[in-house]
């Protein structure tokens, strides 16, 4: 299965061995300093991010990365008696395909009022243009077993991400509808 569109979630999780090839930091707008790991994500991710976070800007619009890659390791010490926290191993953080996202007009807070910023909005219109989903949707968590998070984006190709964009599926709702993801047929970042 293409790593780009693997279901990840409590039934689908990731080995504790499991680290992505090619992390990288390119330099995408963070609330976190150099060096630090969370500024990581796969690389053909890195660079879907920063075109979209280029674009929003040329709208003059300030999306900014908080929490990019996090390893089995940090995650257990994240949820770590936090019942919020996904699980290690379920989380999609630790594939290098999850970005979350905020603004300065709520001071780069991952909370639902993100939704109302004219960032969080455009996000919402616009993150499948560059291969994302807003991967824990409102009114989902049935489904997904997530909250709704506006700000948790994930990378799944641009031809994926306009199908469930234009369906409202969630990857669950597609996995369980369809079966088996879109081919990609996007040529690899090197």
Same mark, same amino acid.
């Given at each position: 299965?293409?790593?780009?569109?693997?279901?990840?979630n409590k039934d689908h999780p990731l080995p504790p061995d499991y680290v992505p090839e090619n992390l990288t930091d390119i330099g995408i707008?963070?609330?976190?300093p150099c060096g630090d790991p969370k500024r990581l994500l796969e690389i053909r991710t890195a660079h879907?991010?920063?075109?979209?976070?280029?674009?929003?800007?040329?709208? *003059?619009? @300030?999306? %900014?990365?908080?929490?990019?890659?996090?390893?089995?390791?940090?995650?257990?010490?994240? +949820? &770590? #008696?936090?019942?919020?926290?996904? *699980?290690?191993? &379920?989380?999609?953080?630790?594939? #290098?395909?999850?970005?979350?996202? +905020?603004? /300065? *007009? @709520?001071?780069?807070?991952?909370?639902?009022?993100?939704?109302? &910023? /004219?960032?969080?909005? !455009?996000?919402?219109?616009?993150? *499948?243009?560059?291969?994302? @989903? @807003?991967?824990? /949707?409102?009114?989902?968590? /049935?489904?997904?077993?997530?909250? !709704?998070?506006? !700000?948790?984006?994930?990378?799944? %190709?641009?031809?994926?991400?306009?199908?469930?964009?234009?369906?409202?599926?969630?990857?669950?709702?597609?996995?369980? &509808?369809? #079966?088996?993801?879109?081919?990609?047929?996007?040529?690899?970042?090197?």
């Amino acid at each position: 299965m293409n790593l780009y569109t693997r279901l990840i979630n409590k039934d689908h999780p990731l080995p504790p061995d499991y680290v992505p090839e090619n992390l990288t930091d390119i330099g995408i707008p963070f609330d976190a300093p150099c060096g630090d790991p969370k500024r990581l994500l796969e690389i053909r991710t890195a660079h879907a991010a920063l075109t979209l976070i280029q674009a929003a800007q040329k709208e *003059s619009l @300030i999306i %900014t990365g908080i929490s990019g890659y996090r390893s089995y390791k940090r995650q257990q010490q994240l +949820s &770590t #008696g936090n019942p919020y926290v996904a *699980s290690p191993g &379920t989380s999609e953080h630790q594939s #290098g395909l999850a970005l979350d996202v +905020s603004c /300065p *007009s @709520i001071q780069y807070q991952l909370i639902p009022e993100f939704a109302e &910023t /004219p960032e969080g909005k !455009w996000l919402k219109r616009n993150a *499948s243009l560059y291969g994302f @989903i @807003i991967r824990y /949707p409102a009114n989902k968590e /049935p489904i997904t077993g997530i909250p !709704w998070e506006p !700000w948790h984006i994930r990378y799944v %190709t641009r031809p994926l991400a306009g199908c469930l964009a234009l369906t409202g599926l969630t990857l669950e709702e597609y996995y369980s &509808t369809f #079966g088996a993801p879109l081919q990609n047929p996007e040529p690899e970042i090197t």
